[in-house]
């Protein structure tokens, strides 16, 4: 069956160090990758998405994510964090076929210490 | 840019009460979702509607729920008799073009507490 791993229920980093949030995957063709924010009481906000071609992938607010087929994984990273990314982060998985429906991971809540 | 809009924002209703989730899809799409989150866990998928009709359900789609479109421009989730644990975020996305996953947005959602 489907489904999507982030292993890291709960991060903290500091201002302006990197970020990098996990994601990994199983699916049996070839995946439709999603990473979404999500701010307290708000609603989904999509960063990016890797359907094909370069499997480096930019974002919006300065995010990128890389997916690598051989580890199933389409990590998410930035390079230097701000307060305001604090907030909590979902990837997904979208299946090919008629439906259009995501599967989404467990989430990454991210904290920012000043 | 197009939006998904949600209405209300925020339902309270009594256990055992019908209710009715509001959506407007983005005008030119054509697969409709809804998606709900209950406090504290991921998002999961409730159902997916294409060509008037459920293309898809989880098993959480029991005989307490149903879709409808009906009128071209809204797309509804009814909760017939509300339970405590209906009590979720309720998102509806809505997307476009021949291949689904395209263009795929979510509304902002309807926070439903059951009481």
């Known amino acids: 069956a489907q489904s999507v791993t982030q292993p890291d229920i709960h991060i903290t980093v500091s201002e302006g160090a990197s970020l990098e949030l996990r994601c990994n995957y199983s699916?049996?063709?070839?995946?439709?990758l999603f990473w979404y924010v999500q701010s307290p009481g708000q609603g989904l906000q999509l960063l990016l998405k890797?359907?094909?071609?370069?499997?480096l992938v930019q974002g919006i607010k300065g995010f990128e994510a890389e997916f690598k087929r051989s580890q199933s994984s389409f990590n998410l990273r930035k390079p230097s964090v701000h307060w305001s990314d604090a907030a909590e982060y979902f990837c997904?998985?979208?299946?090919?076929?008629?439906?259009?429906?995501?599967?989404f991971g467990q989430g990454t809540t991210l904290q920012v210490k000043p | 840019e197009p939006e998904v809009t949600q209405t209300p924002s925020h339902q309270v209703t009594q256990m055992g009460q019908e209710v009715i989730l509001r959506c407007v899809p983005i005008?030119?799409?054509?697969?409709f979702y809804w998606y709900r989150q209950i406090l504290g866990q991921k998002v999961e998928f409730l159902v997916s509607?294409?060509?008037?009709?459920?293309?898809?359900k989880s098993e959480i789609f029991d005989d307490q729920f149903s879709v409808e479109r009906p009128d071209g421009s809204n797309f509804t989730l009814k909760i017939r008799s509300t339970k405590l644990e209906d009590s979720a975020m309720y998102f509806c996305?809505?997307?476009?073009?021949?291949?689904?996953?395209?263009?795929?947005?979510f509304g902002s959602g309807t926070r439903l507490t059951v009481v």
């Open positions: 005008s030119n799409h054509l697969y």
């Open positions: 699916y049996g063709a070839t995946p439709y």
């Open positions: 996305a809505s997307s476009g073009k021949d291949i689904p996953l395209y263009g795929y947005t």
């Open positions: 890797y359907f094909s071609g370069d499997t």
């Open positions: 997904a998985v979208g299946l090919s076929g008629n439906t259009g429906k995501l599967i």
């Open positions: 509607f294409y060509n008037n009709e459920i293309s898809e």
